[in-house]
């Protein structure tokens, strides 16, 4: 499988421990993440047997808003309900939670091909099969798999993911799925016990874990882009990543995105917020992709300046593509161009431009200075809005990132 590096740093004062982050996805996936603490892993599938029964006020929907995050196709519970055991938490929402597999195919230069393969948990949003999992399990897949705790799988597809905030739907053919009843980001707090089901290591698969919730409004750096998380002590493991994180009344209080790995730290994981997944579930759902973000309308790529000795990296982002009618070109932007700042931030990789880029609102007015063939250079840029058609039919990412 094709892994991207990505860069990951938590904001978190843990002075006297040297750390390594590893995100929920599979084992191979955890080589992808790395400078939070050392050592970051993301999580994974499986199927089982057994179908329980839920209980006769299991799944209730409860209309209403909180923080933003008012989608009625989701079910919300309410905070007035009682709390339930473990037991019954478990037993009443497993149907509510899946495994996912993602699969992809390389080919090496003798014409063997590898099936390359990575696993991880899935959360239902809907009876009609739309499911809630993180970006980084099936983001290097071509093919996906999910499978129910009664055994059952089905194909799936990618309705829309969104990197930046590690968040994806997929979805499958089916109908009277049992969906999770969501909780409120506002309501959780310090203390409460929390409730994991997920697939770790992609082979123990609808395990149960349990713990409380050790801190809120943790920030990750996901590629440099700020994901806010709370901190749980509950075990998770490879294969978790995507997967619900209960409350004790049953309810989805947030989704495993990633955990701390080291043999000097233990129960420290972290969950994306219920209402922040939903938020950026609902648009995915309804455009593909999270409406309102910045667009250059560029393909940058590395440079590099060769000499007697080889190559060596350039500083920057190399413009190796100008969309027509984009705002790039609008602006004077032109191929050949080294961007090496953007509003006084400093730019020394093609993906540092991407962050700064996705994280201004489409509209915002920017200024991009830079290197040319005569020189300095210096444009202000008005974004375009990113849309995935923006990215040519067939786009070879060895030219560059679309952004």
């Known amino acids: 499988m094709k892994h991207r590096a990505l860069g990951i740093t938590v904001i978190i004062a843990l002075a006297v421990i040297i750390l390594t982050l590893t995100a929920g996805c599979s084992i191979t996936d955890a080589l992808r993440l790395r400078n939070l603490f050392p050592g970051y892993t993301t999580a994974e599938t499986g199927t089982n047997t057994q179908n329980p029964t839920p209980r006769a006020d299991q799944g209730t929907s409860h209309s209403g808003t909180n923080s933003g995050s008012a989608d009625a196709r989701f079910k919300r519970g309410s905070a007035s309900e009682e709390s339930f055991s473990a037991v019954e938490i478990y037993r009443d929402n497993i149907n509510s939670v899946v495994g ?15 099936v390359n393969a990575s696993s991880g948990t899935g959360i239902v949003l809907t009876g009609d099969g739309y499911i809630l999992t993180n970006n980084h399990i099936i983001e290097d897949g071509t ?9 059952a799988t089905y194909d799936a597809v990618i ?22 009843v969501f909780g ?20 123990l698969t609808f395990s149960l874990s349990r713990g409380v919730v050790s801190a809120l409004n943790r920030a990750i750096n996901e ?15 490879e294969g978790n990543s995507g997967g619900p994180a209960f409350d004790s009344r049953g309810h989805v209080i947030g989704m495993v995105t990633a955990k701390v790995k080291s043999s000097q730290v233990e129960g420290i994981g972290f969950c994306i917020p219920v209402n922040d997944a939903l938020n950026v579930a609902s648009q995915l759902i309804d455009y593909g992709f999270v409406k309102g973000k910045g667009a250059l309308g560029i393909a940058a790529a590395t440079a590099y300046r060769q000499s007697f000795w080889g190559s060596t990296r350039v500083d920057g982002a190399y413009v190796n593509y100008v969309i027509a009618g984009s705002a790039a070109e609008k602006a004077g932007l032109a191929e050949g161009m080294l961007i090496t700042e ?10 540092e431009l991407e962050v700064v880029i996705r994280g201004k609102p489409a509209g915002s007015t920017v200024v991009i200075k830079g290197q040319n063939s005569s020189g ?23 030219n560059g990132t679309i952004m």
């Open 143 to 151: 093919t996906f798999k999910v499978t129910l705790y009664n055994g």
């Open 342 to 351: 953007v509003d006084s931030t400093e730019i020394t990789t093609p993906s």
């Open 223 to 237: 590629d440099g882009t700020p994901i806010i998380v709370f901190q749980i002590d509950a075990a998770v493991n």
């Open 100 to 114: 996912i597999r993602s699969e992809s195919k390389s080919t090496n230069i003798f014409g063997q091909t590898t």
């Open 184 to 203: 409120y980001t506002p309501e959780v707090v310090v203390g409460e016990d929390v409730i994991v089901v997920g697939n770790p290591l992609g082979e």
């Open 376 to 398: 300095s250079f210096e444009v202000t840029v008005v974004l375009d809005e990113y849309t995935p058609d923006m990215i040519p039919a067939g786009w070879d990412y060895s």
């Open 159 to 180: 309705i829309g993911a969104e990197k930046s905030n590690d968040v994806a739907v997929l979805k499958i053919d089916a109908n009277d799925l049992q969906p999770a």
